[in-house]
């Protein structure tokens, strides 16, 4: 593998370009990068596509590209600066294409819409419908309600090791749940996103994760992390 060095990236790059050349310039594959940085490659594989729409979340594409851009040695500040710009840009790009299209799909809908629309049919078809709806709901919120929610710990894998003081829990569970870091609350934002920094004792510490809604059973995940001595 090669030692890594700072690049000059020239300017007008995407940050996707940043990280697929400053990669393939270090002669690293993305196995290489997701052994070293836990990243799914399909992930990776998003950052330097520029996919932003293909990740998680917010939160999940700020804390990647801060990772990836310490691992390939590039300045993550200024990264995250040129992902915010892009950010911008790229909705203002967007808007127009997106009014087109949805104008676009109104006109074709409602014209198939007028065609097999008639008074005999619509009036079976909303009977049933709305019995449909009714049995859908009820299935949903009774699941809902008894099934445990699910946690998604994205970052850092089980039964690692380290000699960091302390570590971010990176993850995501159900919006509204009530979740729990070795009986510590937890804050959640909308999605459900959440990271926590947990301080590390010397030795193995086992992190307990657990997740419960008001009338559910609780989800629990178990982390084994490694704190090792500096020599």
């Known amino acids: 593998m090669a030692s890594w060095q700072r690049k000059k990236i020239s300017k007008g790059q995407t940050i996707a370009d940043r990280f697929k050349k400053t990669r393939l310039e270090q002669d690293l594959s993305l196995t290489d990068v997701h052994q070293?940085?836990?990243?799914?490659?399909?992930?990776?594989?998003?950052?330097?596509?520029?996919?932003?729409?293909?990740?998680p979340g917010e939160?999940?594409?700020?804390?990647w590209i801060k990772?990836?851009?310490?691992?390939?040695?590039?300045?993550?500040?200024?990264?995250?600066?040129?992902?915010?710009?892009?950010?911008?840009?790229?909705?203002?790009?967007?808007?127009?294409?997106?009014?087109?299209k949805q104008t676009s799909s109104k006109f074709s809908?409602?014209?198939?819409?007028?065609?097999?629309?008639?008074?005999?049919?619509?009036k079976r078809a909303a009977i049933v419908l709305i019995l449909l709806i009714f049995l859908s709901y009820l299935a949903w919120e009774i699941n809902n309600i008894v099934s445990p929610p699910f946690i998604n710990i994205t970052d850092p894998a089980n039964n690692i090791k380290t000699i960091d003081s302390s570590i971010d829990i990176i993850g995501q569970t159900e919006p509204e749940v009530q979740l729990m870091i070795n009986n510590e609350l937890v804050l959640l934002d909308k999605q459900g996103?959440?990271?926590?920094?947990?301080?590390l004792s010397p030795g193995l510490n086992k992190l307990?994760?657990?997740?419960k809604k008001?009338?559910?059973?609780?989800?629990v995940v178990e982390l084994k992390i490694l704190r090792e001595t500096a020599e």
């Open 36 to 55: 070293a940085t836990k990243i799914q490659i399909k992930y990776l594989e998003a950052l330097e596509d520029g996919d932003y729409q293909a990740l």
């Open 59 to 63: 939160i999940y594409i700020r804390t």
């Open 67 to 100: 990772i990836y851009s310490e691992f390939l040695n590039l300045p993550k500040h200024e990264l995250l600066a040129d992902y915010k710009l892009e950010k911008i840009i790229r909705a203002k790009t967007d808007q127009p294409e997106k009014v087109s």
């Open 109 to 122: 809908f409602k014209k198939r819409l007028m065609k097999i629309l008639r008074p005999y049919f619509l």
């Open 193 to 199: 996103y959440f990271i926590e920094n947990i301080n």
């Open 208 to 211: 307990q994760i657990s997740a």
């Open 214 to 219: 008001k009338h559910s059973r609780a989800q």
